[in-house]
């Protein structure tokens, strides 16, 4: 069974930083992307970044673009976000997304997620 377990969230002030990371473990799980997801009260799941495992590729949401930076280290199985500048509007939970294939920016193209970790972002 392949788990994905998240850590560095926590409460922060507008303009500070933060890196969450996200490991995987378990099963013959062979990575194909990795992702991370936002979903805030009462808003839908939103795409934020993702990396292809295999050439390091990486895609962002305008939003965060110039701000957040995906990375990977492929020994641990672990992909990190990195986030510079924040904004109260960036305060969410944040999961971690993982597939076997290439995906997307769609929520329902990844398999497996973890159990998300809170992003707070004080003005």
């Known amino acids: 069974q392949v788990q994905l377990e998240e850590s560095g969230g926590r409460l922060v002030q507008a303009g500070g930083s933060l890196r969450l990371s996200c490991a995987a473990s378990?099963?013959?799980?062979?990575?194909?992307?990795m992702g991370w997801f936002r979903q805030a009260p009462g808003k839908e799941r939103e795409f934020v970044a993702h990396?292809?495992?295999?050439?390091?590729?990486?895609y962002y949401a305008d939003s965060v673009k110039g701000r957040f930076t995906i990375s990977r280290d492929n020994a641990k199985n672990t992909v990190y976000l990195q986030m510079n500048s924040l904004k109260p509007e960036d305060t969410a939970v944040y999961y971690c997304?993982?597939?076997?294939?290439?995906?997307?920016?769609?929520?329902?193209?990844?398999?497996?997620w973890g159990q998300g970790t809170q992003v707070t972002v004080s003005s």
């Open positions: 997304a993982a597939d076997e294939n290439y995906r997307g920016t769609y929520y329902w193209e990844y398999d497996y």
């Open positions: 990396i292809i495992w295999s050439s390091g590729s990486t």
């Open positions: 378990g099963g013959t799980f062979s990575i194909g992307t």
